[in-house]
């Protein structure tokens, strides 16, 4: 059974994975950041590429010895080739050129968003092409119609900020930790969803659009007004932003977006209530939902490798460029009104 190794740097994740053909994941690691760049309230571009050369090596060095492998057991290198923060990516895509290099072996150089999308197929055997994704990472906020490895239909984005990126900036403005995501969801079990008014910014516009950045402006007036817990402010925020999500999707499915399966990928795809709302909405439209393990949803490397089983043939150059942008659908044009911050 063909195994290849992937390797993903994109952001603040150094992580390695090695995963067969036949869905196997057969070693991984991912070593988070967190610590290094918690005194910041974000990730720092510098501070995370040179944490991923320090780790880079050791990692893979540990992996092929749990797996028992020598490079030339390997089928194929993928690494992540964008988009992402551009050091930290030439750091991952360097070293996969060098092992593609020194074990004759074929590069597949991976767009980190193909990871998201085809994630759910590593854990699904049964998950055929089309599928309706809705791909929730702290960089990208997007609906998308997958018809095959490497076609992709955008029928969604957000016209400013990401959904991960607003689930991180009320964490920063409540004062409650980095990385955002997963404190919000603790603190949001111990409020009141109803609590505080909030915005549903977009929601019923004829465009299943996202948009975020007055919801986070009103997260920070309710904090400044002094009026409400953080607690509560937590539990509203998410809901507002489920909300914004389930509304976008009905409007996605309602122009036609209807697919046998609804598949969520992408860091907020590891908040259980998030997960349970889309379930129900799948539900009501007759779709199977599919969602990958929280662990496969934030960034990872058995996405990156499992990608690179779907392209197994492939050998791109070892000249190929570090993309900091790549969108998975080059035709698709910008949201009306993109660009606009609140
Ligand atoms: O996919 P990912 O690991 O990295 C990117 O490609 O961006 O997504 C990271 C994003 C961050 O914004 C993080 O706050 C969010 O996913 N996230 C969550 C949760 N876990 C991670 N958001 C909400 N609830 C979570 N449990
Ligand atoms: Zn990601």
Not at 31 to 58: F, L, M, N
Not at 197 to 216: D, M, N, Q, T
Not at 238 to 249: E, G, K, P, V
Not at 292 to 306: F, H, K, Q, S, V
């Amino acid at each position: 059974m063909p195994v290849v190794l992937g390797i993903e740097s994109s952001c603040d994740e150094t992580a390695v994975a090695l995963v067969a053909s036949d869905r196997r994941i057969v070693a991984q690691r991912v070593a988070s950041q967190d610590e290094a760049h918690r005194p910041y309230g974000g990730v720092v571009p510098e501070i995370a590429a040179r944490a991923h050369a320090d780790r880079i090596a050791p990692m893979i060095a540990e992996v092929m010895d749990e797996a028992g492998l020598e490079l030339r057991d390997l089928a194929a290198i993928a690494a992540t080739a964008g988009p992402g923060l551009i050091g930290g990516v030439m750091v991952g895509l360097v070293s996969a050129k060098a092992l593609a290099m020194a074990g004759n072996l074929p590069l597949i150089a991976i767009n980190h968003l193909e990871g998201h999308a085809l994630s759910p197929r590593l854990v699904d055997p049964e998950l055929d092409f089309p599928y309706l994704l809705l791909l929730v990472s702290g960089g990208h906020c997007q609906i998308l119609r997958c018809e095959g490895v490497g076609q992709y239909r955008r029928l969604a984005t957000t016209i400013d900020d990401a959904v991960g990126e607003a689930f991180d900036k009320t964490a920063k403005i409540l004062g409650i930790g980095f990385p955002g995501g997963p404190a919000v969801e603790r603190l949001a079990h111990e409020g009141d969803a109803k609590a505080v008014p909030l915005p549903r910014p977009l929601v019923g516009g004829k465009e299943p659009h996202f948009s975020f950045a007055g919801l986070k402006s009103a997260v920070m007036r309710a904090h400044e007004s002094g009026q409400y817990s953080t607690a509560d402010i937590a539990a509203s925020f998410q809901q507002a932003a489920i909300d914004c999500l389930t509304d976008r999707l009905d409007r996605a499915i309602a122009n036609g977006g209807h697919a046998p399966a609804l598949v969520v990928a992408g860091g907020v795809a590891a908040n259980a209530s998030v997960r349970a709302a889309l379930e129900a909405l799948a539900a009501r439209h007759a779709m199977r939902f599919v969602a990958p393990p929280p662990r496969l949803c934030t960034d990872n490397a058995a996405m990156i490798a499992w990608a690179g089983c779907e392209r197994l043939g492939q050998n791109d150059p070892l000249d190929f460029k570090a993309r900091p942008r790549w969108p998975l659908d080059l035709e698709a044009e910008p949201a009306r009104g993109a660009g606009v911050k609140a």
